[in-house]
């Protein structure tokens, strides 16, 4: 069964451009990698600086590897800088 991550984020106002930026890098790069089934990319219509991100990926392992990859290290690394408070970051697993 596979597994998924659901992360909502709220970005500084005076970071929109640049954390826009490299949160579309991300999630682009994180669409090509094995066992990626869907990575989504929500913006609040009426919040412009909170993000849910929505990933699936086929297995635990596959989520693992992907948490391990340069592009996400990199995303780590920067947005403390660019982020009001940390992300939520939930993992769920699929029940149906």
Request: hydrophobic share 40%.
């Amino acid at each position: 069964m596979s597994i998924s991550l659901l992360a909502s984020i709220h970005c500084k106002k005076d970071a929109e451009a640049a954390f826009d930026t490299e949160l579309k890098k991300l999630v682009e790069t994180s669409k090509k990698e094995t066992g990626c089934l869907a990575c989504e990319l929500y913006q609040y219509k009426d919040e412009p600086t909170k993000y849910v991100i929505e990933e699936e990926w086929i297995d635990e392992e596959a989520l693992s590897r992907h948490m391990e990859t340069a592009h996400y290290k990199y995303f780590v690394h920067i947005s403390p800088a660019l982020l009001v408070n940390p992300a939520d970051v939930k993992i769920l697993t699929r029940l149906i």
